[in-house]
């Protein structure tokens, strides 16, 4: 799995979350931190972690429950999670495939890491996040200053 679209692996990834009802932010939390990991292994079929590591990324504070979900993560396909049993050797983990490309991806574009972005033809059409930014009106805390002018000097110029 070297030629890993983040991207889409990702996209593919959050949609499945609030379909999967088992899913808590604790498998969440834990699924991105193992996925920076596998990022950091340059996206390697078969990567090894440190519990300790893991744990600390993904802000999970009790090994019983890093170990109950871990195991959950292999058993919903999520990962396919090898144990060491040993304190010297990492745990083997490999990611899942979630996404498939069925249509030929036109432009790549890679990022200094090797991994590749969405091409110009995949990318998302709708709504973004700051997509109307510059377009707002702002009805809060809206100030017509020409307005505040007339009224300022109008209260200044009516008799006591």
């Known amino acids: 799995m070297a030629n890993v679209n983040y991207i889409l692996h990702l996209n593919s990834f959050f949609e499945k979350i609030p379909n999967d009802k088992r899913l808590r932010p604790v498998h969440v939390s834990l699924y991105m931190a ?3 990991f596998w990022n950091n292994a340059r996206f390697t079929n078969d990567f ?5 590591e893991v744990m600390k990324q993904a802000r999970v504070g009790s090994k019983g429950t890093y170990h ?6 292999d058993e919903w396909k999520y990962i396919k999670y ?17 996404w498939t490309s069925s249509e ?10 090797c991994t590749t972005s969405v091409s110009k033809k ?11 930014k510059h377009n707002k009106t702002y009805k809060q805390g809206y100030t017509n200053f020409d ?7 109008k209260d ?4 006591l």
Not at 68 to 73: F, S, T, V
Not at 104 to 113: A, F, I, L, S
């Open 34 to 36: 193992l996925f920076h």
């Open 48 to 52: 090894f972690i440190c519990r300790a």
């Open 68 to 73: 109950r979900c871990i195991n959950e993560l």
């Open 82 to 98: 090898s144990p060491s049993h040993s304190p010297s050797l990492g745990s083997t983990i490999n990611m899942i495939e979630f």
């Open 104 to 113: 030929q991806v036109v432009e790549h574009y890679r990022t200094k890491n």
């Open 122 to 132: 995949e990318q998302v059409v709708g709504r973004y996040i700051n997509s109307n």
């Open 147 to 153: 307005s505040l002018k007339v009224e300022k000097d």
């Open 156 to 159: 200044y110029n009516e008799p």
